[in-house]
């Protein structure tokens, strides 16, 4: 019996050690990397990658730390987005000017002048605005009283328009009107504002006459108040381009069929998710699909539960449609490909259910479902010693120590972008593919601890056994 009790402490010890085991999967991070600094402490910024939010298991990323050597979470706060991209300007291009007489009167009739050839030649050919010594009233003035921009090139573009003074050009400060017509006849008020020259404070020149415009028309008249005429020696023309924006990381994402139609979609807990795209099953094919969530608030699902098996839990739970009539199409148009355009997502639920409502005996391929995330940058403290570690993907984490951003973060860089970088330098789990295959390797551990508790168990009833049956010998 001695050695019966010795086995069953043996048993115990290994049930015991299972159970261990077995809290020590649901309770330790799933996922873990190691990071690399820039500087051995200080506060660092850290950009989030997709295997890391994939891991996540908690909404808010309340089961995320950073570690240092020693085993101590390290405070850390989530970081605000960076400005957005300003919008650049294009280079800048030449314009024809050519000055116009002093007096109103001379200019009117050389404005006069060019808008009767303006309309002779208009079918024919096109006007070239450019001074001729000859008389009349296209000749270059002495004294200029304003100056003519020929901007037809410009149909269509918005940008800066910048007046460029003469190399040789004195001293001024006035303000100039810019004035604008299709026709030379009729003018209307684009843009006012100082232009200046100043050299006083040392050979090279400080200038001022930039206007904004929109579509400008055909041409343009710079005009001043009485008095000195300025020395421009040219004018130019710089597009406003479009801010370049960088698109949002794109996660498909797994679907289970239901029973009764239609399939069950698991948002992962982690993605700051914006917006939402499906995808026809298949090209030149049109589908109207509702999508379904919960009616009560559920808890985002346990890691150890496959998607198929939620599909069989979930028939029973009350659902309401949340976005309905969405139409999914791809279709070929004359040789391009045209799909429907995703759409944003307010909530975000644990699951969402996807049916299709027209047809309405449609039994194809489920369509594909991707979701748009926002970029995820984080802030942390980091002590000393390292190496760091960064750990995420744990149901019974609780909140760890936040870091205070308001007092840290400079007023010239509110968004911590220039911060030293961290980055993940090794991953110690590899990529997460699916919360399906963390699943299924969960339960493949449970599996063989089970088994292995089994086998432990009849070795030791069958030891038991024996000694019992050599003790009845004896």
């Given at each position: 019996m001695r050695c019966g009790g010795m086995l069953l402490a043996a048993l115990s010890l290994c049930a015991a050690g299972a159970v261990r085991g077995a809290e020590a999967v649901t309770g330790d991070f799933e996922w873990h990397a190691t990071l690399a600094t820039e500087r051995n402490e200080g506060l660092h910024q850290l950009t989030l990658d997709q295997d890391a939010l994939l891991a996540a298991t908690q909404a808010g990323l309340r089961d995320l730390r950073v570690f240092n050597a020693n085993g101590e979470a390290l405070p850390l706060a989530r970081l605000p987005a960076p400005a957005p991209a300003q919008a650049g300007r294009g280079p800048p291009r030449t314009l024809k000017m050519v000055p116009l007489p002093a007096s109103p009167q001379a200019q009117d009739r050389a404005l006069a002048d060019y808008a009767v050839r303006l309309v002779r030649e208009r079918d024919?050919?096109?006007?070239?605005?450019?001074?001729?010594?000859?008389?009349?009233?296209?000749?270059?003035?002495?004294?200029?009283?304003?100056?003519?921009?020929?901007?037809?090139?410009?149909?269509?573009?918005?940008?800066?328009?910048?007046?460029?003074?003469?190399?040789?050009?004195?001293?001024?400060?006035?303000?100039?009107?810019?004035?604008?017509?299709?026709?030379?006849?009729?003018?209307?008020?684009?843009?006012?504002?100082?232009?200046?020259?100043?050299?006083?404070?040392?050979?090279?020149?400080?200038?001022?006459?930039?206007?904004?415009?929109?579509?400008?028309?055909?041409?343009?008249?710079?005009?001043?108040?009485?008095?000195?005429?300025?020395?421009?020696?040219?004018?130019?023309?710089?597009?406003?381009?479009?801010?370049?924006?960088?698109?949002?990381?794109?996660?498909?994402?797994?679907?289970?069929?239901?029973?009764?139609?239609?399939?069950?979609?698991?948002?992962p807990a982690g993605l700051p998710i914006t917006r939402i795209a499906i995808h026809a099953p298949q090209p030149n094919q049109a589908l109207r699909v509702d999508l379904l969530c919960p009616q009560n608030a559920s808890p985002y699902p346990y890691r150890h539960h496959l998607l198929r098996e939620l599909a069989n839990r979930s028939a029973q739970q009350p659902w309401y449609p949340c976005r309905g009539g969405i139409e999914v199409y791809k279709a070929d148009r004359g040789g391009q490909w045209v799909e429907n355009p995703p759409f944003e997502m307010p909530m975000h639920p644990a699951q969402m259910q996807l049916r299709v409502v027209q047809p309405k005996d449609y039994r194809g391929a489920p369509p594909q479902v991707e979701v748009e995330w926002q970029p995820?940058?984080?802030?942390?403290?980091?002590?000393?010693?390292?190496?760091?570690?960064?750990?995420?993907?744990?149901?019974?984490?609780?909140?760890?120590?936040?870091?205070?951003?308001?007092?840290?973060?400079?007023?010239?860089?509110?968004?911590?972008?220039?911060?030293?970088?961290?980055?993940?330098?090794?991953?110690?789990?590899?990529?997460?593919?699916?919360?399906?295959?963390?699943?299924?390797?969960?339960?493949?551990?449970?599996?063989?601890?089970?088994?292995?508790?089994?086998?432990?168990?009849?070795?030791?009833?069958?030891?038991?056994?024996?000694?019992?049956?050599?003790?009845?010998?004896?």
């Amino acid at each position: 019996m001695r050695c019966g009790g010795m086995l069953l402490a043996a048993l115990s010890l290994c049930a015991a050690g299972a159970v261990r085991g077995a809290e020590a999967v649901t309770g330790d991070f799933e996922w873990h990397a190691t990071l690399a600094t820039e500087r051995n402490e200080g506060l660092h910024q850290l950009t989030l990658d997709q295997d890391a939010l994939l891991a996540a298991t908690q909404a808010g990323l309340r089961d995320l730390r950073v570690f240092n050597a020693n085993g101590e979470a390290l405070p850390l706060a989530r970081l605000p987005a960076p400005a957005p991209a300003q919008a650049g300007r294009g280079p800048p291009r030449t314009l024809k000017m050519v000055p116009l007489p002093a007096s109103p009167q001379a200019q009117d009739r050389a404005l006069a002048d060019y808008a009767v050839r303006l309309v002779r030649e208009r079918d024919r050919t096109t006007l070239e605005i450019a001074p001729t010594p000859s008389e009349g009233a296209a000749a270059t003035p002495r004294e200029p009283g304003a100056y003519l921009l020929d901007l037809r090139p410009l149909k269509d573009l918005q940008g800066e328009l910048q007046l460029h003074f003469a190399a040789d050009a004195p001293d001024y400060a006035n303000t100039a009107t810019v004035l604008g017509s299709d026709d030379l006849v009729s003018w209307r008020l684009l843009a006012s504002g100082p232009l200046a020259h100043n050299r006083q404070l040392g050979d090279s020149a400080i200038e001022r006459g930039s206007f904004a415009l929109q579509p400008p028309p055909a041409f343009a008249r710079v005009t001043w108040p009485a008095g000195a005429a300025p020395a421009l020696g040219g004018a130019s023309f710089s597009e406003q381009l479009a801010a370049t924006i960088t698109p949002l990381s794109r996660t498909p994402l797994e679907l289970a069929g239901l029973a009764d139609g239609g399939w069950l979609i698991a948002l992962p807990a982690g993605l700051p998710i914006t917006r939402i795209a499906i995808h026809a099953p298949q090209p030149n094919q049109a589908l109207r699909v509702d999508l379904l969530c919960p009616q009560n608030a559920s808890p985002y699902p346990y890691r150890h539960h496959l998607l198929r098996e939620l599909a069989n839990r979930s028939a029973q739970q009350p659902w309401y449609p949340c976005r309905g009539g969405i139409e999914v199409y791809k279709a070929d148009r004359g040789g391009q490909w045209v799909e429907n355009p995703p759409f944003e997502m307010p909530m975000h639920p644990a699951q969402m259910q996807l049916r299709v409502v027209q047809p309405k005996d449609y039994r194809g391929a489920p369509p594909q479902v991707e979701v748009e995330w926002q970029p995820v940058r984080l802030a942390f403290l980091a002590r000393a010693p390292g190496p760091y570690q960064l750990a995420v993907g744990s149901e019974t984490a609780a909140d760890g120590p936040v870091l205070d951003l308001a007092s840290l973060l400079s007023r010239d860089d509110p968004a911590g972008v220039h911060l030293p970088a961290a980055s993940v330098a090794q991953s110690d789990t590899g990529p997460i593919a699916s919360r399906a295959q963390q699943s299924a390797r969960a339960q493949s551990r449970w599996r063989w601890s089970l088994w292995a508790v089994l086998l432990l168990a009849v070795g030791a009833l069958s030891a038991l056994a024996w000694q019992l049956l050599q003790n009845l010998r004896r």
